[in-house]
Nanobody
Framework: QVQLVESGGGLVQPGGSLRLSCAAS????????MDWYRQAPGKQRELVAH???????NYADFVKGRFTISRDNVKKILYLQMNSLKPEDTAVYYC???????WGQGTQVTVSS
């Protein structure tokens, strides 16, 4: 079974940084594209960033230039480096293999003064 465990969230001030991690198991991690999503209260879950198995990245416009998605195929960990955080980035962040149904438990990111 595919299992994903997100971690690294927390409370940070506007302009601050966090690095999220997603530890994967039950899959041949290196062969899959991976995604980060987020969901704020009362809002739809939205795609934040995408990375292919070959390391090509794409970002939602609202995070481009601020967030960086990366992966460690040996450790089977997906990362999201989040810089210049804004209050509107507050959400639960989830990782997922592209085209796969499994979600992790998510990790809460709160950006507030």
């Amino acid at each position: 079974q595919v299992q994903l465990v997100e971690s690294g969230g927390g409370l940070v001030q506007p302009g601050g940084s966090l690095r999220l991690s997603c530890a994967a198991s039950g899959m041949i991690f290196s062969t899959y594209s991976m995604d980060w999503y987020r969901q704020a209260p009362g809002k739809q879950r939205e795609l934040v960033a995408h990375i292919t198995s070959g390391g090509i990245t794409n970002y939602a416009d609202f995070v481009k230039g601020r967030f960086t998605i990366s992966r460690d195929n040996v450790k089977k960990i997906l990362y999201l480096q989040m810089n210049s955080l804004k209050p509107e980035d507050t959400a639960v962040y989830y990782c997922k293999g592209t085209g796969l149904a499994a979600w992790g438990q998510g990790t809460q990111v709160t950006v507030s003064s």
